[in-house]
């Protein structure tokens, strides 16, 4: 039964939100059908969205209970794809996003459920979007020349409720010394910031992760050592005080140790990891950044592999699991290692996992923080019916389909008209 704006009796609105805020995200799609003030709640209200996502990824102490999905790579095609963490401990493919006619796609990171993507020909484009409510929108191009290799990041400042994306790039006509431009949601523009101490990049980035709530970005780079030697560093930008720094190193002591790579951070600063190899196996010591003081969390040793390649991918304490690629011969699987019980299980997955962090669903409209004044160059327009025998002629006019492709075939897609590159 409802009421004449068609909404339900006899309970209050605030009670009725306080119990969908609980609910998953498909079923409130689902519910927004019921009656129009549902409708208004769940699709229009951003407070009801942020409050939703935080609820479902704080009220456990397991992390892996708060992540819907985990991004990776279709191994043909390269197209970007997310793949559902079962309970089995096991890896389940649930979509891909692909951008026709062959345009190279990529996932720099995702925040509140929006993911970055950038999508490359001539230059770079930076596409944000929120896959379960199809919602997306095509930043203008950036000011500054961007290279291929250079750095993209979509956070959240929770001080000034603005969703921001840094582009940060390693030019070789300005000696590899850093560019940093930020794109704000709410003002509808790019503006360069000034770098105090810019580093220079030799060798390109070797990995990205980000913190729980989107503020904070860390990225590896190479960078030449006063002693001539190259050496790693990590770079950190703050969303709130864009501010672009670089952050100390953790001091291991084991003279084998090597090849540090960043891993997913939930709680800290920065997480990493770096390798020691000796004759009776292989060790990966995992650091925590917190306060800018490293402290060791973990040691774990792998005996008898200390012939394979070893990556890990994924480090959440919480659920106290570590995830690995094992490369055996030429075939590279996914594994997860339990710290309690010390067993290593092959999650099924094959290759190496392209993100390392998880991926949630959300109710988060882009478009709610952008300002009325914020006027983007490129247009996406609604749902397609997509003939990919006309995407070739699409090419000339600069047209591009974006969609998302699930097993059970194309759940959505939106036209994207591009510049044109000039000849």
Not at 46 to 58: D, G, P, S, V
Not at 187 to 197: D, E, K, P
Not at 381 to 393: P, R, S, W, Y
């Amino acid at each position: 039964m409802g009421d004449e704006s068609g909404g339900p009796t006899n309970i209050p609105e605030e009670v009725v939100s306080e119990i969908l805020c609980y609910l998953p995200v498909k079923s409130l799609i689902r519910f927004t059908i019921v009656c129009k003030s549902w409708f208004r709640l769940i699709r229009n209200n951003h407070r009801f969205a942020m409050k939703n996502y935080l609820i479902r990824t704080t009220s456990s102490s397991k992390v892996l209970d708060n992540v819907d999905y985990m991004f990776s790579s279709i191994r043909k095609s390269g197209n970007p794809c997310l793949y559902s963490f079962t309970k089995a401990n096991s890896f389940r493919f649930s979509t891909k996003f692909e951008c026709l006619p062959d345009l190279s796609i990529g996932i720099s990171n995702s925040c509140h459920g929006i993911i970055c993507f950038h999508l490359w020909r001539e230059g770079e484009e930076i596409l944000l979007c929120n896959p379960l409510i199809q919602e997306i929108v095509l930043l203008p191009p950036c000011p500054t020349k961007t290279t291929y290799n250079g750095l993209k990041a979509l956070g959240f400042d929770p001080i000034q409720k603005d969703y921001k994306v840094v582009s940060i790039d390693f030019l070789s006509t300005d000696n590899y010394h850093c560019t940093v431009n930020l794109y704000s949601l709410r003002h509808g523009h790019w503006r360069n910031l000034y770098v105090s101490s810019s580093p220079r990049c030799i060798y390109g980035i070797e990995g990205r992760t980000s913190n729980s709530n989107g503020r904070m970005h860390n990225w590896f780079f190479s960078k030449e050592l006063e002693s001539g030697k190259i050496g790693k560093a990590l770079l950190s930008f703050d969303m709130v005080e864009e501010v672009l720094e670089e952050l100390p190193m953790p001091n291991c002591e084991d003279p084998h140790a090597h090849d540090h790579r960043l891993l997913s951070s939930t709680r800290w600063q920065a997480c990493l990891s770096c390798f020691s190899w000796h004759f009776n196996g292989r060790f990966i010591h995992v650091w925590v950044l917190k306060d800018y003081i490293w402290c060791k969390a973990i040691v774990v040793e792998f005996p008898g592999y200390d012939r394979e390649l070893m990556q890990p991918s994924n480090f959440w304490i919480n659920d106290k699991k570590l995830f690995v690629s094992i490369k055996k011969g030429n075939i590279i699987e996914v594994f997860h290692y339990n710290l309690v019980t010390q067993q290593l299980k092959n999650t099924g997955r094959k290759g190496h996992l392209f993100s390392s962090s998880g991926y949630v669903e959300s109710l988060v409209s882009i478009k709610h923080f952008m300002s009325l004044h914020n006027e983007c160059k490129h247009d996406v327009d609604g749902n397609q019916n997509v003939d990919e025998d006309a995407t070739l002629k699409q090419e000339d006019n600069g047209e591009y389909i974006f969609r998302e492709v699930s097993r059970k075939g194309v759940r959505w897609s939106r036209t994207l008209n591009l510049i044109k590159p000039s000849k």
